[in-house]
C-alpha cells in the first residue's frame, strides 16, 4: 500500500524495529520497578555520538562510536521515559549519569538466558531490510546461546512463506 506520493505507507521493517525496542523498554522498566532477579544481567551496546546521548566527554573520546554498558549489580537512578532511558554507573570509581535514547541502542542482551536483540539501521536512519535483520539477530543469538543446545537462538527464515 503506498500513498500519493509513491511511499510505502506499510514499513514493517520500521514497526518490527519498533516492537523490538519496546523488548528493552519494558525490560528496563521491570528492573527498575523491582531490579534484575536471579543471575539476569543486561548487556547494552549503544551509539555514543547519536543525537540525544548525554555521556562525559572522556568516554566519547575513548569510545568514539559505539559502548557497552552492563546492568547487573552496581546501576543506581534506573529511569524510563517514551524516548530514553537514564541510569548512574561506575566508571573508575567515579559515578556518571549516562541518558541513552532508545533509538541509539544497537544491541541488547542477557547472556543469562542466551537472549539478544540486534537493532540495525541503514543509511539516512532507515530501518535495514527483514532479511539483514533477521541475519543480524540469529548471528547475535548465535554469539549468546551453546552451539550444542536444542534449538535455541536460531531465527527462523520465513523466505519459503513469500509468495513468488
Not at 511511499?7 to 516492537?19: E, G, N
Not at 536471579?38 to 540525544?52: N, Y
Not at 547487573?72 to 566508571?91: K, M, P
Not at 541503514?122 to 539483514?132: F, I, Q, R, Y
Request: glycine share 8%.
Amino acid at each position: 500500500m503506498s500513498d500519493a506520493s509513491g511511499t510505502d505507507l506499510l514499513r514493517y521493517d520500521i514497526m518490527l524495529q519498533q516492537a523490538l525496542r519496546s523488548v528493552l523498554r519494558q525490560t528496563l522498566e521491570i528492573a527498575a520497578e523491582k531490579g534484575l532477579p536471579g543471575a539476569h544481567h543486561l548487556f547494552i551496546t549503544f551509539r555514543t555520538q547519536a543525537e540525544g546521548v548525554e555521556i562525559p566527554d572522556y568516554l566519547v573520546a575513548r569510545y568514539p562510536d559505539e559502548m557497552t554498558i552492563v546492568l547487573q549489580h552496581e546501576y543506581w537512578g534506573l529511569e524510563i521515559e517514551a524516548e530514553h532511558f537514564s541510569v548512574t554507573l561506575s566508571f573508575s570509581n567515579r559515578h556518571e549519569r549516562l541518558v541513552i535514547p532508545f533509538e541509539a541502542v544497537n544491541a541488547f542482551a542477557d547472556p543469562s538466558v542466551r537472549f539478544g536483540l540486534q537493532f540495525n539501521k541503514g543509511e539516512e536512519g532507515e530501518a535495514k531490510s527483514e532479511d539483514e535483520g533477521a541475519e543480524a539477530v540469529g548471528e547475535e543469538a548465535e554469539s549468546l546461546g551453546d552451539q550444542d543446545a536444542p534449538d535455541s537462538g536460531k531465527v527462523v527464515a520465513l523466505d519459503r512463506f513469500r509468495k513468488k
